[in-house]
T-cell receptor, first 116, second 113 residues
Framework: QQQVKQSPQSLIVQKGGISIINCAYE??????FPWYQQFPGKGPALLIA?????SEKKEGRFTISFNKSAKQFSLHIMDSQPGDSATYFC???????????????FGRGTQLTVWP | ETGVTQTPRHLVMGMTNKKSLKCEQH?????MYWYKQSAKKPLELMFV???????ENNSVPSRFSPECPNSSHLFLHLHTLQPEDSALYLC????????????FGSGTRLTVV
């Protein structure tokens, strides 16, 4: 059973438009929700993250919206640029039982293409 | 050098070969991970090491054997692999209880022929 469900699988947006990627989860023990960006030939890189006690976090053109009651969170990319074309992964973290170590569960990824 | 470095970047091996993947982190982190990334699948956690001790092994076949000799180095020893093991193998590191997430390497693209 997949812990974090991500949609859409692929997204095509025109330059200057808004890209929106959605994720949902069930496990209420998740305590941290990062988004990763991955370019071809590279590993995922942390883009932005949020804790469940915050409803929104903004960093530049990237915003996470978090709805704790609905167990949903989303990434909004404002003024999307061709350089934003990449695969985006949402993730959720839970502490490994009996330790202080966090374990990340990832969504399946969204391939974003921004047309010039 | 900074970050998480993985070598080799690409590896082609036959099913009877033995090879090793190497990961090195220069971030002072105390936890390291191996992930498998296959096309159209979520990132699959394979192994977790905390302070050089394996804390998690997610039902990974024994043909994959991890080794963590110190907090900066992580290896994945491979033997008698199957073609379905072809994937991008990613190493990551983190600091326990750190809310800044994992730092990933660029991965090793493995092809089993």
């Amino acid at each position: 059973q997949q812990q974090v469900k991500q949609s859409p699988q692929s997204l095509i947006v025109q330059k200057g438009g808004i890209s929106i990627i959605n994720c949902a989860y069930e496990n209420t023990a998740f305590d941290y929700f990062p988004w990763y960006q991955q370019f071809p030939g590279k590993g995922p890189a942390l883009l932005i993250a949020i804790r469940p006690d915050v409803s929104e976090k903004k960093e530049g053109r990237f915003t996470i919206s978090f709805n704790k009651s609905a167990k949903q969170f989303s990434l909004h990319i404002m003024d999307s640029q061709p350089g934003d074309s990449a695969t985006y992964f949402c993730a959720a973290r839970v502490l490994v039982r009996g330790s202080t170590l966090g374990r990340l569960y990832f969504g399946r990824g969204t391939q974003l293409t921004v047309w010039p | 050098e900074t970050g998480v470095t993985q070598t080799p970047r690409h590896l082609v091996m036959g099913m009877t070969n033995k090879k090793s993947l190497k990961c090195e982190q220069h971030l002072g982190h105390n936890a390291m991970y191996w992930y498998k990334q296959s096309a159209k699948k979520p990132l699959e956690l394979m192994f977790v090491y905390s302070l050089e001790e394996r804390v998690e092994n997610n039902s990974v076949p024994s043909r994959f054997s991890p080794e963590c000799p110190n907090s900066s180095h992580l290896f994945l020893h491979l033997h008698t692999l199957q073609p379905e093991d072809s994937a991008l193998y990613l190493c990551a590191s983190s600091q326990e209880l750190d809310y800044y997430g994992y730092t990933f390497g660029s991965g090793t693209r493995l092809t089993v022929v």
